[in-house]
């Protein structure tokens, strides 16, 4: 099962941390990162720009709006996220409870779904999971142990 872990940090949070030096936080994160890693559960994972960096597009109208950032609400953003291969939602759990976030920094935690969520005579569904399977290969390809063609 893969879990998305996504990152909510409130302005408390962001205040926080920036009374912690950088280079501790990347070596907190890097930590539980290589942890992940190392149990080969992580399968992704990116931090995120600023808000003032992103954009929304507003589908409420027609052409739909385009809004640079930032935006008031700090609760409605997310800063970074991992994507975890786990064989449980409780697996997903004690994970996302390891991360060195402090107050003021939440964890959305969530299932992805995947081609058995679909009816399964569903073409694009099929079609995804091709191209799913085709993005396996090439990364076994690409990692150490894997054959590189």
Not at 3 to 21: C, T
Not at 41 to 49: H, P, Q, T, Y
Not at 95 to 114: I, Y
Request: charged share 30%.
């Amino acid at each position: 099962m893969q879990y998305m872990l996504i990152m909510r940090a409130n302005d408390e949070a962001v205040d926080a941390y920036k009374e912690i030096p950088f280079e501790q936080v990347i070596e907190r994160m890097g930590k539980y990162n290589e942890a992940m890693m190392e149990a080969g559960v992580m399968i992704g994972g990116e931090g995120l720009s600023d808000a003032s960096e992103g954009f929304v597009v507003d589908f409420s109208a027609d052409p739909p709006l385009v809004t640079d950032g930032p935006y008031g609400e700090t609760k409605e953003l997310f800063n970074g996220f991992w994507m975890l291969e786990v064989s449980s939602k409780e697996e997903a759990a004690e994970w996302a409870k390891r991360c060195p976030l402090g107050p003021g920094a939440k964890l959305e935690v969530r299932r992805v779904q995947g081609p058995d969520d679909f009816p399964a005579d569903n073409e694009w569904i099929q079609k995804e999971e091709g191209w799913r399977e085709e993005q396996a290969a090439k990364r076994a390809a690409n990692t150490p142990g894997g054959s590189a063609g």
